[in-house]
Structure formats: structure tokens, C-alpha cells
């Protein structure tokens, strides 16, 4: 079905297919289509697809004046679109566009938004800059592939069951993966190229891959840590308890040791029974089988050992330049011996690269996850940095249980997780009472819903900076200072 026919004369319902073409972005990676109707426009959403496509795609939730969709396959490329050299993976949705047209439309919606969602009517005076990935491919130090016995085929566009793939969902899927045979363009060019020996090794092992629908199989993931300051590779298999006994896992420690030479840093096994199709490195029983545990990286002169784990910024050089503008808000006016509080920490990154700058200053971190803690504690140990102390808490509960902190702190430094600030926990963290909050966000959709209560605090918008730490994807950066 196509866009000749009026709303009316289609009469569009949930899980219907029909071609369409996508005319302009929305934030959050959204392409837009259009109907005109006797009531208005009727809005068609479309995740990861490109202005000027022409698409197929299957209606997955139909309201009165808009419907979200499921793109199911590109009929005809944009004309911005460019040809690539690597595979295509769900992904890198947008890595046929110049990456000029990638900043361009990041920019306008996330402009966008602060217009519509934070009544913000000055959008372009607070504006500072726009800072962009150093490298805008082979940028990850983390992947995460999927074992599945159901495979998509790329080539014919089947599904076939009963096979051992390894690679990414196929795009709008959960259960079925697309071989990676070849570099992505997004993480590692040799451990890519090499993803598929890999899969041919433990296929030959005769343990199944994970059946998704079923919730049985044995391999269910392949999580791969990259150090850009050693170029080492860590590993970490996540396998179900089936068979788990019969596994000769240092057999293909080994096969990788061998396979990688001296690029090879570790392999870690991690069981996980969870039903849920994710890696859950975290709650897993895990052990080190040959190597070591973790890799170190640099950032801005300072060593970070980093677990499996632990949370650490996916583009370490991009990171770079996000800690180098977080350090330069919050070094503006500060005094020598100012407390700062480093909030939602992860391993501590932010906080002590302020305590080496400011090594009069006092930095105080605070993070719910205790592995981020641990290697936050270790690495300041190892730089020498004396004048941070890292909490392992709730953020919430952290403030509540230490309320000497109010009217003590000059600068919060804010990195919370995608799905924001919860409002509780945030007015605990406006009751500090500081002088400036430098909030740094993976979600600026979030982030501009916060600043109607940092606002109402007291406090007001002195600037703002988008930063591209993931090329390719829709995902943008922002970090905003706000001063009392």
C-alpha cells in the first residue's frame, strides 16, 4: 500500500504493512511521514529510518493522530545516502550519511525539543558547541554480540532455524541474529573480521547456541572490552549452566590467545540462567579462565582499570573531550578548596580528573554500582589522588543518610543514567543548596524535563554543549551548566 491513497481511503490498523517515504527527522531517531487529512496531519513514526527513503514498514501502535511503526526494509536509498565498505548493522542506522548531515540533524532536533519540551525561546544565544567524536568509525571500546539458533539471513532476507549465528538482531527482532562475517565499522576492525572464526570454533564445540523463544540453549552472548591505550582485547562469554561442566573453556581461551596474539588481554566466563536476553555481566557467577580480569585506559593523562562490569564512557576519545568541557564549566569562578559532588560517578572518571586539576578541592562520588565503586577506589589509588572519596549507594538514599552535606557543596557535577533523575532523588540534590550544577546527559529529552525543577530552584540556564559520542546512532550528548 503506498502514500497515493488519502488516511481515510486506507483506513490504517495496527500491524498493518504499507510503503512510505520518510520526509524529516525527529529526535530520539525518528523518521517522519505525513498524511493529510480533514482533521490534520496524520503523523507517521518510524524508527532508524533516513529523510528521503522510501520504506516498508508495519504499524505497531496506532493512536488517534499519530501511529509509531516498525521499519522493515528500505525499498530505495536517500539520495544523501553514501555507500560503505562495511556490513550494515542495526545498530548504525544512519552510517550511509555523511556524518556532516548526521551533527546537522542531531543538532536541529535536540534544538527542537528544548523549544517544544523546555519552553527554552533562546535555544540559539545558550547554545555554546558542538563537539564531535574525534573518530566517527571503529570508535567502541565495548561490543556486545548475540549467539541465536535462529538466523537472518542477509543475503535472501530468511529466516532459518536451527542454525548457529552470531552477530546482531536483525533489525525490529529479538530472537533472530545476523551473522557478523566482516567489519561493522562501529568497534574493532580485526576482532571483526575474525568474529566469524570464532563462531565456526565454538559451532564445532557441538553446544547449541541460545534459542530465544525457547529460552534453552547453551552460548548466549560474546561481550568484547577494548583498551585503545594498550590496543588489548578482553573477553567475556556468557553461557547458560547447561552442559556448562563439558565446556572446555580454556581450550578456547587458548583458540583466542592464539587467534589474536598479543592483542589478547582475557577471557572471563559468565553464567547466566535469566530468561531475559541480555548479558546480566553483573549478576552472573563469572570467572577469570586465562588472562586477566581487566584492561586500563587513559583518559586526559590518568589510568582507569576497567572491570567487564563496570560502566565506562563507550568512546574513550570522544570522552575526552566531554570531561575536557565538564572540567572547564566547572572550573569557572571556583575556589582552590571547593567541595564537589560527583553524582551517579560510574568509576569515577569525572571526579578525579577534577581532583587532579583541583587537588586542593574535595570531590565526593556517589554511585549505586559497587564494581564501578571498587574500580573507581583502585584507579584513584593508582594515580595517586588523594583528595576524592567514592561512595557505593543510592544517589538518593546517599543524600538522605548524610544530610551534614546541605549547604556545603559548590559544584554538582550530574551524569545520571538514560532514564534521568528520578524527582525524589532530585530534590534531595537541589536541597544541597550549591552554587552551580554542570549536568551532563545521554538523554537531553530527560535532561530538559530536570531543568524545570533545577529552575524553580533557584537556579537558571547559563549554556549548553551537544557532544557526539556515538556516531551513526541517533544517540547525542549534552552537558548544561546551571549557576545560582
Not at 246 to 275: C, H, M, P, S, Y
Request: charged share 25%; net charge neutral; with cysteine.
Amino acid at each position: 500500500m503506498s502514500l497515493n491513497k488519502t488516511l481515510e481511503e486506507q483506513h490504517l490498523k495496527r500491524g498493518q504493512e504499507l510503503e512510505i517515504i520518510i520526509e524529516k527527522f525527529a529526535f530520539g531517531g525518528n523518521g517522519i511521514s505525513k498524511f493529510k487529512t480533514s482533521q490534520g496531519d496524520y503523523i507517521l513514526f518510524t524508527q532508524n529510518a533516513i529523510p528521503g527513503q522510501k520504506v516498508k514498514v508495519r504499524i505497531s501502535k496506532k493512536k488517534k493522530s499519530y501511529a509509531q511503526c516498525k521499519l522493515l526494509e528500505v525499498i530505495k536509498k536517500a539520495e544523501t545516502e553514501i555507500d560503505i565498505e562495511y556490513q550494515s548493522i542495526s545498530g548504525a542506522p544512519y552510517i550511509t550519511l555523511p556524518i556532516s548531515l548526521q551533527h546537522k540533524f542531531k543538532t536541529e532536533t535536540t534544538f527542537d525539543i528544548f523549544e517544544r519540551i523546555g519552553k527554552l525561546n533562546n535555544v540559539n544565544e545558550l547554545f555554546d558547541e558542538f563537539i564531535s567524536s574525534p573518530n566517527s568509525h571503529h570508535y567502541r571500546n565495548k561490543m556486545e554480540y548475540s549467539f541465536s539458533t535462529i538466523r537472518h539471513d542477509i543475503n535472501t532476507n530468511e529466516e532459518l532455524d536451527d542454525e548457529f549465528a552470531l552477530g546482531f538482531k536483525h533489525r525490529g527482532t529479538w530472537w533472530k541474529v545476523e551473522n557478523l562475517d566482516k567489519d561493522s565499522g562501529m568497534f574493532d576492525n580485526e576482532l571483526e573480521n575474525k568474529l566469524k572464526d570464532i563462531r565456526i570454533y565454538l559451532e564445532n564445540t557441538g553446544f547449541k547456541a541460545w534459542h530465544p523463544p525457547k529460552k534453552h540453549g547453551f552460548f548466549r552472548h560474546l561481550v568484547v572490552r577494548k583498551s585503545y591505550a594498550k590496543d588489548l582485547l578482553l573477553f567475556n562469554l556468557v553461557i547458560s549452566n547447561e552442559n556448562k561442566n563439558e565446556f572446555k573453556a580454556l581450550e578456547f581461551g587458548k583458540f583466542l590467545q592464539e587467534l589474536f596474539k598479543n592483542r589478547f588481554a582475557g577471557l572471563i566466563v559468565t553464567i547466566n540462567n535469566d530468561v531475559a536476553d541480555r548479558a546480566k555481566l553483573e549478576k552472573g557467577g563469572s570467572n577469570l579462565i586465562l588472562g586477566q580480569e581487566s584492561i586500563t585506559e587513559n583518559i586526559l593523562g590518568l589510568s582507569f582499570e576497567i572491570s567487564m562490569a563496570s560502566f565506562f564512557q563507550t568512546n574513550p576519545l570522544a570522552a575526552e573531550k566531554l570531561y575536557s568541557k565538564v572540567i572547564e564549566l566547572a572550573s569557572i569562578n571556583l575556589k582552590t578548596d571547593a567541595t564537589i559532588m560527583d553524582l551517579f560517578c560510574g568509576t569515577g572518571t569525572i571526579g578525579q580528573l577534577l581532583a587532579s586539576k583541583l587537588t586542593n578541592a574535595n570531590i565526593i562520588g556517589v554511585d549505586i554500582v559497587e564494581s564501578s565503586i571498587i574500580n573507581a577506589r583502585k584507579n584513584a589509588e593508582i594515580n595517586n589522588i588523594n583528595n576524592v572519596k567514592f561512595f557505593a549507594e543510592d544517589v538518593g538514599k546517599f543524600l538522605l543518610h548524610n544530610p551534614e552535606y546541605n549547604n556545603k557543596i559548590d559544584i554538582i557535577i550530574l551524569d545520571p543514567p538514560r532514564a534521568g533523575i528520578a524527582p525524589k532523588t532530585l530534590k534531595k540534590v537541589l536541597n544541597l543548596n550549591a552554587n552551580k550544577i554542570v549536568y551532563v546527559s545521554c538523554n537531553p529529552a530527560t535532561q530538559i524535563r530536570d531543568t524545570f525543577a533545577i529552575t524553580d530552584a533557584g537556579f537558571k540556564l547559563k549554556s549548553f554543549s551537544l557532544v557526539d559520542q556515538f556516531p551513526h546512532t541517533h544517540h547525542i550528548e549534552s552537558i548544561m551548566l546551571f549557576e545560582k
